[in-house]
């Protein structure tokens, strides 16, 4: 089992950057691939980014890419989310995942652990 708590959620400005962090606990963090969803008001949950164990492979939606970077402590058992430039259809609850696939994936049937989720608000 993989506890999952994210935070850094907040309400900003458009324009504004964000850090958003997920504490594991549980399985061995550092062989976990590591993912970011998020789910829009009124809209499906999508891939965001995500980072395999070693943090040497990302894959971002294009719709972030450029404006965000995964990262990932094995040592503090924790993945990161930075966005910068953000926008108000970034606005969504960002849920962070953990994946025994081995590799990067955005497939979210590939993540078996889920997080609660962080609210993060852009106002324009």
């Known amino acids: 089992q993989v506890q999952l708590v994210e935070s850094g959620g907040a309400l900003v400005q458009a324009g504004d950057s964000l850090r958003l962090s997920c504490a594991a606990s549980g399985r061995t963090f550092s062989r976990l691939t590591m993912g970011w969803f998020r789910r829009a008001p009124g809209k499906e949950r999508s891939f965001v980014a995500t980072i395999e164990w070693s943090g040497g492979r990302t894959f971002y939606a294009d719709s972030v890419k450029g404006r965000t970077t995964i990262s990932r402590d094995n040592d503090k058992n924790t993945v990161y989310l930075q966005m910068t430039g953000l926008k108000p259809e970034d606005t969504a609850v960002y849920y962070c995942?953990?994946?025994?696939?081995?590799?990067?994936?955005?497939?979210?049937?590939?993540?078996?652990?889920w997080g609660q989720g962080t609210q993060v608000t852009v106002s324009s």
């Open positions: 995942a953990a994946s025994t696939y081995g590799d990067v994936t955005i497939i979210d049937s590939q993540y078996r652990y």
